[in-house]
């Protein structure tokens, strides 16, 4: 039976409305249980040494009695886990020529960051275990840091790993058309150079482990703060010799993740490692300072960039230089490469043209390593086009709106293939950029700028348009190497009171999951949300699944679950059907009761049938089938990704005195695809500007000559906070995609992609009168004030 999404005269019709969220009260309330929230029999407790130092050779370790200390149990170095603990090397096959040296739980000869782990303490406590690591003496030899990216492929810079030859991780040239001749035209030319700060995720809860591990069944369980537990559970295993079916990763509550969480980090490997060899569980948590040192970063990059235009506006062609430093290693096992090969791919994206070329060269440096965060690459992307796209339209006197609408693939374009070779199956520009137009009264803002700007206030107005890779298939990482899976699924279960339980591979981060995945279920099976228990997150008892990141939620693990759902209702049906001496399609399932499909009148609970199929099976035809478990499994399989689209504008205003900048309004248009629960997708992406706010103003992880990270606390890395924020207003456009029944696509970071370009522009838009231009995030007061010249003349 085909259900009309949405439909408000069908009864439990819960896709595209908002319903309030299963999980919250117990939330609320207090009664989440996290990673730190557990105490498990015998447990001990993990603390590492770090490094102090960027690069330094380790030459040896004195214990000074640690091992023996109050509470103590054991003391791991790195040359200790060696034979415990395999290393890995994080390479993808499909990214050509990509390298990295093998990595180890702690470091063994060299620490190549501050903040690598070097040295483990285990003891009945923490503070245990933190007063033996203060006895502890390291005897470091300081090598030559490599910090500037810029330089690191210089001759005369020392090679970080000898074995690799030199620094390169990776690099890739993409070409089309003749981007030589166009610059060589009459065209209209702008170049600028961009800077995108160092920065990471600064989750609520840390990254959180506890491991335990039971010899005499050979198994292997993790409590894990995650958002991949099935990736985690095949890691472990090849990493620690185990059989995958001998780990069991359980991920509960998780106190924010964006993509911090996605990864595979040492320290949690060697906690994993440990807990194996001793026999016991063992747990590290993660203090904020340690957060800042070793959480992945991301975003660091330098890209030099130009467009040419024609003088009736339309894009010749995009020319991009993308420099980005990772870390000593390339994170396992997603690498730290993709962040660059999405500056690559996403360049001028919503924009058609042909004739495009970009290079991202992505080297090795003594600092934290980066990878993916959430909108890997895209706030770099955008930043990029739609900084060209502003000072191309001001070069040739054109509005900022008006050259896009010459620009943006036409609505009734697709499919299409992209000048990156990235194919779009239906995306809604021009919809979308109407759409903003509207909620945000450009024409009226135009005018109250311009009434503010005769007294001197000078506020501006930024657009940025966007495209938002989601629902990723095998493409991604599949042919690459890395066992990290594209396809989800969702067992749905009818239990015998009539109410249904579904477990997803997808997981909950704070996002929503669990309210989506109910929503889903129930009106595909035809009951009450309240009958939905929703299980994610557990390894041993979920479909075999992606996890969270991606913006895949929805669009595969959703889809996963309105299948199963399905499934579950024929099934349900045919049982009915039978002991109603009806057929399938004369019946219904609406809130929990089998009807006449025609009439509606009840003519069977759930509740009824579940008592007869598990209790009274002995009255059925023997040949019925009476299953009321379904597992379905989903993959996409036309499309590499489902593209999304939208545009966010931005209206601030710019202290000239200060250099300070106040946000007055932001909104955003996202097409999405299906829309499951507008709240829930609201507030996606307003967290997502949120943290492109960060992005564009606040967020940066600074780093000396040295190679030291200067600002590891709260009270000097700055994040956005409420009081900052303006009203940040939604629209939607939907175009669902036809790859699945559902529709969805995703929006988890979509908010990212924009927010920061769109500042930008809307920070040049105001300092225009001055004949500055910022174009280095964040855009701190000092950065603002030297655009506009005010640092120089002493102003």
């Known amino acids: 039976m085909n259900i009309r999404f949405g439909n408000p005269d069908r009864p439990n019709s819960y896709i595209g409305r908002t319903v309030p969220r299963p999980n919250a009260r117990r939330l609320v309330e207090g009664r989440g249980r996290y990673v730190d929230d557990l105490v498990l029999p015998r447990m001990l407790h993990v603390v590492f040494l770090r490094s102090p130092h960027a690069h330094a050779k380790i030459n040896a370790i004195a214990l000074n009695g640690a091992d023996k200390a109050k509470g103590v149990k054991r003391v791991f170095t790195g040359r200790d886990l060696v034979p415990l603990c395999r290393p890995w090397v994080g390479v993808l096959q499909h990214l050509k020529g990509m390298k990295s040296a093998p990595q180890h739980a702690l470091a063994v000869d060299r620490a190549t960051w501050v903040g690598e782990a070097v040295v483990a303490v285990v003891a009945d406590t923490r503070l245990a275990a933190e007063d033996a690591i203060a006895l502890i003496d390291v005897d470091y030899a300081p090598l030559d840091p490599l910090v500037d990216m810029r330089t690191a492929l210089d001759p005369s810079t020392p090679v970080l790993h000898e074995s690799l030859g030199d620094n390169l991780t990776f690099r890739r040239l993409h070409e089309a058309g003749d981007v030589d001749a166009v610059f060589s035209s009459d065209a209209t030319i702008v170049s600028a150079s961009f800077k995108t700060g160092r920065h990471t995720g ?4 840390p990254r959180s482990i506890l491991a335990d591990y039971d010899p005499s069944e050979n198994q292997l369980t993790v409590h894990h703060s995650t958002q991949v537990p099935h990736m985690i559970q095949v890691v472990l295993a090849e990493q620690l010799g185990l059989p995958e079916s001998h780990v069991r990763v359980q991920c509960g509550d998780v106190g924010g993740s964006f993509g911090i969480k996605v990864h595979v980090y040492p320290d949690e490997v060697a906690t994993a490692a440990i807990a194996k060899t ?82 991202t060269t992505v080297v090795l440096q003594n600092k934290t390593p980066t990878c993916q965060y959430r909108a890997v690459g895209h706030p770099i992307a955008v930043t990029v086009t739609e900084g060209l796209v502003d000072m191309a339209a001001e070069a040739i006197g054109m509005d900022p709106i008006e050259i896009r609408r010459r620009n943006l693939y036409r609505d009734d374009a697709y499919p299409v293939t992209s000048v990156a070779n990235l194919r779009f199956e239906g995306l809604s520009h021009h919809q979308s950029l109407d759409k903003i137009i509207e909620l945000m009264d450009y024409d009226g803002l135009r005018a109250d700028q311009w009434a503010h700007r005769s007294k001197s206030i000078h506020r501006g107005i930024g657009i940025a ?30 239990d015998p009171d009539g109410s249904v339980v579904a477990l997803s591979g997808v997981t909950e981060q704070g996002q929503g999951t669990e309210t989506m995945l109910a929503q889903i279920v129930a009106e595909s099976v035809g009951v009450a949300i309240g009958q939905i228990k929703i299980v994610t997150g557990d390894t041993r008892t979920t479909p075999f699944g992606g996890g969270t990141w991606a913006s895949r939620g929805t669009g595969i693990g959703g889809e996963a679950a309105l299948q199963a759902g399905r499934a579950l209702r024929q099934n349900i049906l045919g049982v009915a059907a039978v002991m109603l001496q009806a057929t399938p399609d004369d019946l219904d399932i609406r809130s929990g009761q089998i009807v006449d499909a025609a009439s509606g009148a009840e003519r069977m609970t759930l509740a009824e049938l579940g008592r007869v199929v598990y209790f009274r099976g002995d009255t059925l035809p023997k040949d019925l089938p009476r299953e009321l478990v379904v597992t379905r499994h989903y993959i996409t399989s036309e499309y590499p990704f489902a593209f999304t689209n939208g545009v966010q504008a931005s209206y601030v205003e710019v202290d000239t005195e200060t250099g300070f900048v106040k946000l007055l309004g932001h909104w955003c248009v996202e097409d999405c695809g299906r829309v499951i629960n507008p709240q829930l997708v609201d507030e996606q992406i307003r967290g997502g500007i949120v943290q492109g706010i960060g992005d564009a103003l606040y967020e940066e992880s600074l780093y000396d000559a040295s190679g030291q990270l200067t600002n590891a606390t709260m009270a ?12 940040i207003v939604i629209g ?23 927010a920061p370009a769109a500042i930008m522009n809307a920070i040049n838009d105001a300092i225009l009168p001055f004949g500055g231009r910022i174009t280095e995030m964040p855009m701190t007061p000092e950065r603002v004030l030297t655009a506009i010249g005010a640092m120089a003349d002493g102003r």
């Open 202 to 205: 600064v989750t609520l809860e």
């Open 278 to 359: 001793m026999g016991r569980p063992v747990k590290f948590i993660a203090d904020r300072v340690e957060s800042f040192s070793t959480d992945i970063h991301a975003r660091d990059h330098e890209i030099d960039a130009r467009i040419a235009v024609s003088s009736d506006g339309k894009i010749l062609a995009i020319d991009v230089d993308d420099y980005t430093g990772i870390g000593p290693y390339s994170v396992y096992p997603r690498t730290s490469a993709i962040e660059g090969n999405q500056v690559v791919n996403l360049c001028g994206g919503p924009y058609d043209f042909a004739n495009y070329r970009a290079r």
């Open 465 to 494: 348009s966007f495209i938002e890779l989601t629902n990723p298939s095998p493409f991604m990482y599949g042919i690459g190497g890395a066992r990290i899976s594209a396809q989800d699924g969702c067992t749905v279960r009818m």
């Open 716 to 727: 000097d890395y700055l994040v956005p906070m409420s009081a900052e924020m303006p009203d």
């Open 732 to 754: 939607h456009v939907e175009t669902p995609t036809a790859e699945s029944e559902l529709g969805a696509k995703g929006a988890g970071e979509a908010g990212t992609a924009g």
